[in-house]
């Protein structure tokens, strides 16, 4: 039984909902999303709040809380945002940000080059550093994940591209003759 499904989610000031035909539209001030609603749960939009209501199946009570959260993310990201940050860890590893490609120079004999999707912003913090802004966090996550995997960190030198809050497990290198 879902609890956190349940809860209604409070529609902020200066937030424009739309909802028919299992399309959700949120607009304010940091722009606008869209999402199809899953045909399991239905939603309840008021004034104030906007409830999840779930068709009677199981399957839809366990719909209930993922969209829950799905619709409160499009809240938080249009009236503040979301930031996902990275660092690139390494000797010569660099980052060069130019309107919207990331270039980044990563031990291979080439550089990768990444454009960054519409509606995700980069900035570079002393070379090493990517904080990622957007209004979705899915596609923030995903972006981040992507350039995560063009080197991730290896565990005994630590190089690569990890989270910022990531912890890197280190493990003991070859040890020399006996």
Do not use: C, W
């Not at 070379?127 to 990622?132: G, Q, R, S, Y």
Request: no cysteine; proline share 6%; charged share 25%.
């Amino acid at each position: 039984m879902s609890r956190v499904g349940n809860q209604p989610i409070p529609i902020p000031d200066g937030v424009k909902v739309t909802y028919n035909s299992r399309s959700l539209k949120v607009k304010g001030p940091k722009g606008e999303l869209s999402r199809d609603i899953n045909p399991n749960v239905d939603l309840g939009v008021n004034d104030d709040f906007i409830n999840v209501i779930p068709s009677g199946m199981k399957q839809a009570r366990a719909m209930q809380g993922l969209t829950r959260t799905l619709v409160a993310n499009m809240m938080v990201g249009v009236t503040q945002g979301f930031e996902r940050g990275l660092e690139v860890i390494g000797v010569g590893y660099r980052v060069a940000l130019k309107e919207n490609v990331l270039t980044l120079t990563l031990g291979y004999s080439h550089p990768v080059v990444y454009k960054l999707p519409e509606g995700i912003s980069a900035s570079i913090d002393k070379k090493n550093k990517i904080v990622l802004s957007g209004i979705d966090k899915e596609l923030l996550g995903v972006t981040a994940a992507t350039i995560r995997e063009f080197r991730r960190p290896e565990p005994y030198k630590g190089k690569g591209i990890k989270y910022v809050e990531e912890q890197i497990r280190r493990k003991v290198g070859k040890s020399a003759g006996k």
